[in-house]
């Protein structure tokens, strides 16, 4: 895709004003205060989140009729019963609890030019399902429910410049999904607006560089998955400098290539979305719904509904207090991963140019189906015990390779609203010059800029990519 931002056309565009505003020695500087900062939030409310059997859900309950878990305003989301049918992988048909949350959220960075550079500003917010709590997100994450103020709480701060005309300047503003295998059509609006006005930060809220957020990218998790898929739809320009110094500068070189319209692609574009709708098209995936008493291979207990061999994941209960959010304190369902997941991002030069590599991937709860995934997108202790042709391409690859062929590595927490401690370790790992260049089937290598011309639409590339993305971005 070699189409121009519109934006571009009216002055410096976004893409040019982010990149200067990228990685540089006063965002590693200001990493410390940064972090001793989310430190005193922490410290600055009470948080507790208990978890609590089901029948302590206070607006919760089970439909007699169809075993559903619901609230009883009817909004929020519900956990339900889903079957799936396809022919993909080993497993033709199964069934699994499922979260339906029909609204469409929203997912915001407020942005301003501070001294020159454009600054975007950031929320500490709690989560209940976040390990460490705290964390980095957009300074609007809000599901339309609590836009509308269902749980009767206060305002969502900063809402006003993302919904009143004329109060900023769009720069972003595009719907994509979340976890597929978790979510029954989640879409949320990924939102950029410019600001010109003056805006004094909130105590739980900071102006930070996109340089200073890359940094923390790269701690363990530090910026919550919200974050990092808004980060991730900014069409960054190449950065025009040299790479800075340290290993690793064939890499960025290739990376920085990688993001230039002129520079060789394997896969012409038009060719690329061929592929993938070839993809979607071949591939059976049907679904229905069913009461949640239904789904075989479940048990449900007073206090979780798990998988019969403790694989995939649970739905528990929760009791949280927070002093920092909207409402103080609620009670809701979670839904708990059983193990750590991975997403691996395998990354190759070719003809001079980093290409990537990505997987059309079937998904139960996609909107259309197939989005583009990580090259491994799984949770290992899955397989533990199945058939080695049940584990996913590429896994024992990622698994066992040498250290220094990773150039990025981190663990992150995947939405801490809905999951309870779902934590993923994100890698981006550069294959050797050996590493085959044809493609299994599913698979295709794409350039940086055929990337970010794809995440300027819906449903391309799902969450786990777009985490990977953002980190990407902070390799220059």
Known sequence: MTTE????????????????????????????????WLTARREAHTFEVTRVPFAELAEWSFRPDTGDLGHRSGRFFTVEGHRVHTDHGKVPRWDQPIINQPEIGMLGFLVKEIDGVLHCLMQAKMEPGNVNVVQLSPTVQATRSNQKRVHQGSGVRYLEYFTDPGRARVLVDVLQSEQGSWFLGKRNRNIVVETTEDVPPHDDYRWMTVGEIQELLRLDNMVNMD????????????????????????FRAGLRRSMAPEEGALHSTPSVLSWFADTTARHELRTERIPLNRVEGWNRTEDAISHAEGRHFSIIGARVTAGSREVLNWTQPLLAPHGLGLAALL?????????????????????????????????????????????????????GVPRDRVRFDAVQSEEGGRFHHAECRYTVIEVEDGFPVEEPEGYRWLTVHQVTGLLRHSHYLNVQARSLVACLHSLW
Not at 359 to 373: C, D, I, K, S, Y
């Open 347 to 399: 990354v190759r030069t070719i003809g001079g140019v980093t290409h990537l590599l990505f997987h059309a991937r079937p998904e139960a709860g996609f909107p259309h189906g197939v989005e583009l995934g990580p090259t491994v997108q799984c949770t290992p202790d899955t397989y533990r015990g199945l058939p080695d042709d049940h584990r996913p391409p590429f896994l024992d690859y990622v698994t």
């Open 227 to 250: 974050a990092r898929t808004v980060l991730s739809c900014v069409p960054f320009a190449r950065p025009t400098g040299a790479p800075p110094p340290g290993p690793h500068g064939e």
């Open 5 to 36: 931002h519109p934006l571009t056309a009216d002055g410096p565009g976004p893409q040019a004003r982010f990149t200067e505003s990228g990685a540089a020695a006063e965002d590693r500087a200001s990493v410390k205060a940064t972090l001793a």
